[in-house]
């Protein structure tokens, strides 16, 4: 009777635990919302959670095969989230109804990791009046006034692949871009010489690659963060602190303190955050605590050095398959470089408008973040249907499928930079493009973003030919253990001098 009893008691368990996976599973049909069916305990995401696939090769799945559906619903474990591909509600999503989906519904641990509270994961209360602080850093006249620093950094970017170019081996270009990306960041951003592409030991190179490298920590701690927020909250009392943590909250509080003791004004981003210290009256409802000031600079490195490095990167990997845009676009720069006397500036590199097409397929074939998300503050109906979905409610926006879709850019894996001619875009809808977002809440860094991208390249297509060599891995397969688009195995290329004698 005894053994009855505990398998009694065990089936009963198993099947609380089994209504509680399911529990709402008819979320989606309730509301007439096609999608797969969930697994209990894994929703539709069990692939994705175990790295059989990239979630850029699982959104392009789902997008294929729910082809005709304007939206598709899904569940994270039981978590549901809507994907929305109709451009006309993304649209409103994005920038019409902004004000209901302001939110980008990133969980943050603050105590288990401070530097979560950025601007690109604030809920809106806090987004906003930081946004409007930070908004005059990466206007087109600042970035007018960072050019001599980001050429500084290019030349030495060309000095550095000299040396690697000697060799006549394989080079590693992401590892190369992101060096290179990291200095810009450093003497921009911090006033800091970070040293990245003349000292393998770089500090801030290291902090990088451990921020994005997929160690079992990282993808640990992301899992748990996606899937298990009450167990961080329960773990932030236990787990310490990460050595990016340490190092960031460290650094930015001492350069800041440097500046202060020694009058230092550069104008920058440091210089931006220090003003904020000093007013916190101009940002209500924030409690400006060293690790929320080091967050901002966090965020600003990260995504600034590591987005472009990536489209840097990719931008070559195209470019050494597909010789013909590789010497058409060598043509153009040469072109320029002869019209300004070899001085090129913020407007010479604006009107190279073969480079700006090919910075653009490159983003549309390889956007770093796959898909945009967002959360919404209320009930919302959706325009034109019968659809309404609840506050709290996670939307994705699969822009890697959107800008592979072949009904939008035919031949999708073809890299044709001349779907970017004016008269061509004009024919799409606006929202079938976005590696920067839109709206209100669009990327803050575009500006800056493109500018490094493109004076690198401009350095690197002067005085170097890239082309595939036998590490080169063709076709291009996405890493399933990273956050942001990654090729696996990364992207090594030959780089040959040019000789101008």
Not at 191 to 202: F, V
Not at 278 to 286: E, G, T
Request: with cysteine.
């Amino acid at each position: 009777m005894e053994f009855f009893e505990i398998l009694c008691g065990i089936a009963a368990i198993l099947l609380i635990v089994y209504y509680y996976f399911t529990l709402n599973f008819n979320f989606w049909k309730s509301r007439g919302i096609c999608g797969p069916k969930p697994i209990p305990g894994f929703g539709n995401f069990a692939d994705v959670l175990f790295m059989r696939k990239s979630l850029p090769d699982f959104l392009m799945e789902l997008y294929n095969n729910y082809k005709d559906e304007s939206m598709i619903g899904i569940f994270i474990t039981r978590r549901p989230v809507l994907i929305v591909k109709d451009p006309d509600l993304i649209k409103d999503i994005l920038i019409k109804d902004f004000t209901t989906f302001a939110d980008r519904g990133f969980p943050r641990h603050e105590k288990l990791d401070p530097l979560s509270q950025h601007l690109f994961a604030l809920e809106p209360k806090r987004w906003r009046p930081l946004r409007t602080r930070l908004s005059p850093v990466f206007t087109s006249g600042k970035l007018k006034e960072m050019f001599s620093l980001i050429s500084q950094c290019s030349d030495r970017l060309e000095q550095y692949i000299e040396t690697l170019a000697t060799k006549n081996e394989p080079v590693e270009c992401r590892e190369l871009t992101a060096k290179y990306t990291t200095d810009v960041i450093g003497t921009c951003a911090f006033g800091i010489e970070m040293n990245a592409l003349s000292d393998e030991d770089s500090e801030f190179r290291i902090m990088g690659r451990m921020v994005f490298m997929p160690t079992w920590e990282n993808i640990l701690r992301a899992r748990l963060k996606q899937f298990l927020p009450w167990l961080c909250d329960i773990l932030s009392y236990i787990i310490p602190h990460t050595k990016v943590n340490k190092f960031f909250i460290r650094i930015v509080t001492e350069t800041m303190a440097y500046r202060d003791e020694n009058n230092i004004v550069r104008h920058d981003f440091i210089d931006t955050l220090r003003e904020l210290k000093k007013h916190p009256d101009k940002v209500n409802n924030i409690d400006l605590t060293e690790s929320f000031i080091a967050a901002q600079a966090f965020i600003f490195f990260v995504a600034g050095f590591e987005t472009s490095s990536t489209t840097m990167s990719n931008a070559l990997y195209e470019l050494a398959l597909n010789q013909e845009i590789q010497n058409k676009l060598r043509e153009e720069i040469n072109e320029e470089h002869i019209r300004c006397n070899g001085n090129f500036t913020y407007e010479n590199i604006k009107k190279i408008n073969y480079l700006d097409k090919v910075f653009k397929e490159t983003l549309r074939k390889y956007p770093p973040v796959s898909q945009l998300t967002r959360k919404t503050s209320s009930n919302y109906t959706f325009d034109g249907t019968k659809v309404n979905i609840p506050k709290d409610q996670e939307i994705w926006i699969p822009i890697y499928s959107i800008q592979r879709d072949p009904d939008i850019y035919p031949e999708p894996d073809v890299f044709d930079a001349e779907r970017f001619n004016d008269e061509v875009v004009q024919t799409r809808h606006s929202m079938f493009y976005l590696p920067f977002g839109d709206g209100p809440r669009n990327c803050i860094g575009a500006r800056f973003a493109v500018h490094q991208t493109k004076i690198g390249l401009i350095k690197i297509l002067r005085n170097y030919k890239v082309e595939t060599c036998e590490k080169t891995s063709i076709p291009y397969v996405n890493d399933s253990r990273t956050f942001i688009l990654t090729p696996l195995g990364g992207i090594y290329l030959k780089m040959i001098k040019i000789d101008r004698s």
